[in-house]
Structure formats: structure tokens, C-alpha cells
């Protein structure tokens, strides 16, 4: 066994290895075990105290592995275990008594096996409540009669007797003695009955009064099932199953036709072979059998036709299984004696899974049923349905699932209130059906819900596997009694308007079982594979309007923060400067002096040009030989931009005269020319400016966009108007004296 760190398992199974040993300590970890599967490994030695920590114990499987034998020691502690599964082992005995003595809980036991020979009449003693029994006696060569009779609280009894049925009769006898009884669902398998002596033991079911036999894994000739036929007549069986076994005969059983059981009420047959299929006569025998039976299924049989007069001894019948056989739509015209109503006490018939291909026919073979509520019809071949058909006017549920039905008419009875067409190739539903409360499309190809007012009852709705891409909450709404909703598998475009309603409001509309694994984005791209649950949009694809609103609010309230801080602080001087430097750095090397056009530019404030043009201009050009200025309202170029203007002014001029004022500090262009100015000053290492101050300017007073100005009148010689008329001459002296680039000194 192997050795785990985890101390509260509930469920160990370790089926299927290689185990050959269990000791003392193998399980003495596992206090809280619930469930410990051990079968198919090769254990052939348990120590006697290897359970004991496993009082917790309800279920244990020891089945198919190598106990050659069996000690009461291993159960001492588990008195709560409630399954025993000892079968496929090497033992040939119970041991030698009150092995189960301790396991009073009981309630499902399981022994035997190929070496499996006796059973003694004290092998369960202190077995109280055992439910169910399965022994495998295929080898059993001793019997102590009485030993079963102490299970009195048996509800099923499964027991393979091969060869003791073979063998040795008064055996087998003794066992179904003690296992039959009216509460025991006994359940024979494993068995080739070829006689009427093989089949004697079963008499002993018969006189015991058991009431639920079942064949299982089965081979009878006809003798065998004239004779047990005829033990029917005689016996209390309610219940008879046959499944998978084999008919060896060719259906004669007429010796047993007039056999009519007064209790048989269910007959249940699935999987029966016959080998001379074609050989094999109807089932005209059966007649009489079924004259009290009220459910009769038989599943997978190679049915291909029930004679017309079986079928009238069906009169009692309320629940008839013929799926998965060989019914046509001619065989079932005999079956149902051409419609004449023969199953008049029918409630549910299931022709699922045969070769079935025209509802119309088959629909009017069933109207005189009034009593049929149910009919299921899935897995057959209809593909069309006719505009009109007649059903039974009561009948309340419906199966057309797996049918290849492409469209959908008013074929459809009105008094459907389940109906199933899930797995066909519908993609609109347009019959209006006022009491169906359950209505399964799932494998279809709608991309729609059906349309509310065709369906005003209904209460439940399956859509998997369509080719819906949303939800709407109005559809979902219009649908006002609709409780229960399965959509999932669906190819959902999880837009923000699907994500949100599924996400907040879907839930609390209707229930979804199948939520929320089924439901899964098919697009976009990013959210393919995603749990619609799991879905996310950002802000910007869900509100984009209102997201834009915001980002334009915020872009303009950045731009009039910006513009204010950029008016505060003066920077589109600077830009402007800026951009004006650039162009003046892209420009051609400044010419050489003997190309300059100028002696001085005159940058001034249009309200000093009384000064300039009769005080600056009239003596400096009045002199011999005279200067030559250039004068902004003379000289600039019209039709030019006036930055190029100064720009080139400045740059064709070999000094620049700056008329310093009060209006000069408060003049936009006088800036531009300062700056420029300054630029050549410091960029060309030319000493190109000449400050004239016309008036006392305190530094404090100078504008913060001046900064140009302040560091020139800080690190630049200035020459002061005079207001004394005697101290001009002086001024003009030392102007020319600077703009012929001599020196000079202010006063």
C-alpha cells in the first residue's frame, strides 16, 4: 500500500496495480477513510489487524484479486461498512463461519468466484439488514439449505449458477428456495437453458411466491421457454426481465399459446439475440402472455413487425417500449391495426430509434388514443414534415429530437406541452403552441429565441449548441413565464451590451443549469475562448461617446490651462522667438560688412517716432558723410512678413539702436527686435547693440518677458537723452562714435 501525507483522505482507490500484501501499518494513516477500492491487484496476504484503524470504513472492495482465504479478523473494527465486494478470488469457502458477524450495517455484499465451491449455513450470521446480494456460484458444489433464508430483508438477489444448473438440480433448487420470495428481485445470469429439466430448479421461484424474475447473459432453446412459460401460468410473477441473451430456437412456443398469467404486469426485454433471425416466427405466441401486462419494453430486438392480433391483446397496456428495433412504416400500420385504437388503455409509447420516415401516416395511426399523453419518435428518418396531421387529442408530449427535420408546420399538435426537436436542422420555429411550457431546440441552427407570442406558456427552453451570437433582455422579457433557460454552446459576440445584461441582469431573469462553463465568447478576437462570466471591455469600447465627451473635456481644459499658463508666462513670445531663431540659423552666413546695406537699425516704440524721426534721423543723416538708417516705417519691405522684415533689417545693418522707453518695454515688435539682437550678440559674437535711454526705466518696472533687455542693461554701456539741451552735443558725439564701433562713454 502505498504511504500518503495526507491523514483525512475520505476515498483511496489504488485498483488495478500491483499490490500483493496489505500489513499491519498499510492503513493505519487513513482514520477519516470512507471508501477503499483495492480490486484487481494481486493480494494474497491481508495481516489480520490491517483494518483496524478503519473504523470509519463504509465501503470495501476486494474483489478479483488472490484470498485464497478469508479471516472474520479483518472486520472486527468496521462495523459501519456498508459494501463488501469479495468476488474473482481464489477461496473456495466463507471460512469457517461468522466472517460477517461484525458487519451489522451491512447492506450490499458481493462473493464467489471460480474456486468458489460452498455456502454454510452459518456464513452470515450477524448480517441484519442486507439489501443486496450478488453471488458468483458458477462452481458451487455444496449447498446447506437454509443458509439464504436468513436474509429476509433482501431486495435484490443476483446469483450465477452455470453449473449447478447443469449438474447438479436439487442444488439449484435449494438456492432459489431460500432467495425467492415477493419482496426479492432475484436476477439469474450466466445460464444455457436447453431443456425443460434445466429449467425445473425455477419452479421452486414459482412456489416460493416470487414475484420479479430477470435473465441475464441468458441462452434458451424453445423448450426451455415453452416449460418456463408454462410455470407462468401457475405462478405470482409481476415482473420478467430478459436482457442480453440469446434465442437459440426458431420461435415455435405454441404449446405454451393458451398460457394466460393473471399477475404479470411488467415485461421487460433488451438485447436479445436470435440466431436464426430469419428462421424465427412472430411473435404471435406472446398473445396471451400480455393480456394483464400494463408495461411492456422491448429494446434492441430486431422488432420488425407485432402481429395485429398480439397487438389487440395489448389491451391493457399503458406503457409500450419498442426503441431501437426494425419498425417501418408499413409494420407499423399492422402493429397498430391500421389505427383502429387496439391500445385504447396507452399512455406512453416509445418507437424511438427505428426506421420510421412519415409522421402524417404514423400520426393518424395513433388518434384514437385518447389516453396517450406521451410519444417519443427521435432517431428516426422523417426529415419532412406535412402541413397537416392528426394526433391524439390528449396527447401532452412529444419527441421528434435526431430526426433530420429541416422545417418546421403546423403539423405540430396544439396540445403539446413538452415537446423535444433538439438535433435537426430547423432554424425557424413558427407554429404557435398556447400550452407548451417546455420546448427543447438544443443542436439546432436558430439565431434567435422563438418569438413570444407563439409560445405564451412557456416556462423552459434549451438552446445549446444553436448559432445564437446575443441575448437580449426584451426577448427574454417578452418571454413573461419563462423560468429556466439552457443557451450555452453557443457562438456569442460578446459585445459590451451582451457582457453587461449576461453579467448583471441574465441571472436574475431566469435560471441557467448549464451556466456558466457553456457560455464562452466566440468573438471579438481577444475575448474568443473567454467564460462570457470572465468577459471584460475597457471604457473606451463600452462608452465611447461618453469616453470621448471626457477625453475632448479634458483635452480642451488642458489647452485652456496650457493657453492661460502660456499667457501668464509669456511663452508664445517665446515660441515665436524661437521659431524666428531657427529660420535666421537655417539663413546664409551674415554677408560681410562691405555688403551691409545700413549703418544702424532703429528699433523703437511708434510713440517715441517724434524723437526718432526730428531728433535721431534729422542728425545723424544730416551729417557729412551722412549715416544711413533703416527706419521700419521706411524701409521694410511690403507684402513681407514683418518678422522677416526685422530679421533681415537687423542682419543687413552693422549696428542696432534700441530708443529705450516706457513704449518700448510695452512693444511686442521692439521685443523681437531686442531679442534678435540679443542673439546676434551672443550667437555671432558681434557687438551689434546700442541702448539709447530716452527716459528713466526702473529695472522693477521692466515687464518678466523683458529678461533680454534686463541682461543687456546689466552687462551693456547705455547712452542717456539728455534733458539739458548743453549735454546733446555730447550725446550725438558718442552715438557716431558707437556706431562707427569706437569708443565711446555715456554721461
Not at 493480494?43 to 489487524?49: A, G, K, T, V
Not at 425443460?196 to 434458451?220: D, H, Q, W
Not at 433488451?270 to 436464426?276: A, E, T
Not at 517716432?609 to 521694410?636: G, I, M, Q, T
Request: charged letters at 20%; hydrophobic letters at 40%.
Amino acid at each position: 500500500m502505498p504511504a500518503l501525507p495526507i491523514a483525512d483522505v475520505l476515498g483511496l482507490n489504488v485498483s488495478y496495480n500491483y499490490i500483493e500484501a496489505i500489513s499491519e501499518l498499510d492503513c493505519r494513516s487513513f482514520l477519516q477513510l470512507r471508501t477503499l477500492s483495492l480490486q484487481g491487484n494481486r493480494i494474497h496476504s491481508i495481516h489480520e489487524r490491517a483494518f483496524t484503524s478503519l473504523a470509519n470504513l463504509q465501503s470495501l472492495d476486494l474483489s478479483y484479486n488472490q484470498l485464497s482465504d478469508l479471516s472474520p479478523s479483518w472486520f472486527f473494527e468496521l462495523s459501519l461498512l456498508q459494501h463488501l465486494n469479495l468476488l474473482g478470488n481464489t477461496y473456495q469457502t466463507l471460512g469457517q463461519g461468522l466472517l460477517f458477524l461484525p458487519l451489522a450495517s451491512l447492506r450490499s455484499l458481493q462473493f464467489g468466484g471460480p474456486a468458489f465451491q460452498a455456502v454454510g449455513g452459518h456464513d452470515f450470521d450477524g448480517i441484519q439488514q442486507l439489501g443486496d446480494l450478488v453471488m458468483d456460484g458458477n462452481e458451487l458444489l455444496r449447498y446447506e439449505e437454509g443458509s439464504f433464508g436468513y436474509l429476509r430483508s433482501l431486495d435484490t438477489a443476483t446469483v450465477s449458477l452455470r453449473g449447478p444448473f447443469v449438474r447438479d438440480h436439487n442444488l439449484t433448487s435449494c438456492v432459489l428456495r431460500d432467495l425467492s420470495s415477493s419482496k426479492t428481485h432475484l436476477t439469474l445470469t450466466d445460464l444455457k437453458l436447453t431443456d425443460a429439466e434445466s429449467m425445473r430448479p425455477l419452479g421452486e421461484f414459482g412456489r416460493r411466491g416470487g414475484e420479479m424474475l430477470t435473465f441475464r447473459n441468458v441462452s434458451m432453446t424453445d423448450e426451455a421457454v415453452v416449460t418456463f412459460i408454462l410455470l407462468l401460468g401457475t405462478s405470482r410473477l409481476t415482473y420478467l426481465g430478459v436482457e442480453d441473451s440469446q434465442l437459440a430456437g426458431h420461435g415455435q412456443w405454441s404449446k405454451a399459446k393458451l398460457v394466460q398469467p393473471k399477475y404479470l404486469h411488467t415485461l421487460f426485454i433488451r438485447n436479445i439475440q436470435i440466431l436464426d433471425f430469419y428462421a424465427f416466427s412472430s411473435l404471435t405466441y406472446f398473445q396471451n402472455l400480455l393480456n394483464a401486462t400494463t408495461r411492456v419494453t422491448i429494446i434492441n430486438s430486431k422488432v420488425f413487425l407485432i402481429p395485429c392480433n398480439t397487438s389487440r391483446n395489448f389491451r391493457h397496456v399503458e406503457f409500450l417500449d419498442l426503441s431501437d428495433n426494425l419498425l417501418t412504416d408499413s409494420a407499423m400500420k399492422e402493429s397498430a391495426c391500421h389505427g383502429d385504437g387496439v391500445w385504447r388503455e396507452l399512455q406512453v409509447l416509445n418507437l424511438t430509434k427505428n426506421s420510421l420516415r412519415s409522421i402524417g401516416p404514423l400520426s393518424q395511426l395513433f388518434t384514437r388514443l385518447v389516453k396517450l399523453t406521451c410519444l417519443q419518435l427521435s432517431l428516426n428518418l422523417f426529415s419532412e414534415m406535412p402541413r397537416e396531421c392528426h394526433w391524439p387529442p390528449n396527447l401532452q408530449t412529444l419527441n421528434l429530437s435526431s430526426c433530420q427535420i429541416r422545417t418546421l408546420t403546423p403539423c405540430v399538435p396544439k396540445s403539446l406541452h413538452v415537446l423535444d426537436l433538439s438535433n435537426n436542422a430547423l432554424s425557424v420555429f413558427s407554429v404557435t403552441l398556447p400550452l407548451l411550457t417546455e420546448l427543447r431546440l438544443s443542436g439546432n441552427k436558430f439565431v434567435t429565441l422563438p418569438e413570444a407570442r407563439l409560445l405564451p406558456s412557456l416556462a423552459m427552453l434549451s438552446l445549446r449548441g444553436n448559432k445564437l451570437i446575443r441575448l437580449t433582455k426584451s426577448g427574454l422579457q417578452a418571454h413573461r413565464k419563462l423560468t429556466t433557460l439552457e443557451a450555452g454552446d453557443n457562438n456569442y459576440v460578446c459585445s459590451c451590451e451582451f457582457v453587461a445584461f449576461v453579467q448583471q441582469d441574465l441571472l436574475h431573469m431566469v435560471r441557467l443549469p448549464d451556466w456558466p462553463q457553456s457560455y464562452m465568447c466566440d468573438s471579438p478576437t481577444a475575448l474568443r475562448g473567454v467564460l462570457v462570466r470572465d468577459a471584460r471591455h475597457s471604457v473606451f469600447e463600452c462608452h465611447m461617446t461618453a469616453a470621448v465627451a471626457v477625453l475632448c473635456t479634458g483635452v480642451t481644459l488642458t489647452f485652456l490651462v496650457v493657453g492661460t499658463l502660456c499667457y501668464k508666462l509669456h511663452a508664445v513670445w517665446y515660441l515665436r522667438m524661437s521659431w524666428a531663431w531657427i529660420r535666421a540659423k537655417r539663413k546664409p552666413a551674415a554677408p560681410q560688412s562691405s555688403e551691409l546695406c545700413y549703418d544702424a537699425f532703429v528699433s523703437y516704440s511708434e510713440r517715441d517716432s517724434e524723437w526718432v524721426e526730428n531728433y535721431l534721423v534729422a542728425e545723424l543723416e544730416s551729417v557729412l558723410p551722412p549715416f544711413k538708417l533703416c527706419l521700419h516705417k521706411r524701409d521694410f519691405l511690403p507684402g513681407k512678413w514683418i518678422m522677416d522684415n526685422i530679421i533681415n533689417s537687423i542682419e543687413q545693418s552693422r549696428k542696432t539702436l534700441f530708443v529705450l522707453s516706457r513704449h518700448f518695454v510695452s512693444s511686442e515688435w521692439c521685443k523681437y527686435e531686442l531679442d534678435f539682437s540679443h542673439f546676434r550678440l551672443f550667437d555671432e559674437s558681434t557687438d551689434t547693440a546700442v541702448l539709447i535711454l530716452l527716459e528713466p526705466i526702473p529695472k522693477e518696472t521692466i515687464p518678466k518677458r523683458f529678461c533680454k533687455l534686463r541682461q543687456v542693461m546689466n552687462s551693456r554701456t547705455y547712452l542717456e537723452w539728455p534733458e539739458d539741451e548743453e549735454l546733446r552735443p555730447i550725446f550725438w558725439y558718442n552715438l557716431k562714435l558707437a556706431i562707427k564701433n569706437q569708443d565711446c562713454t555715456a554721461d
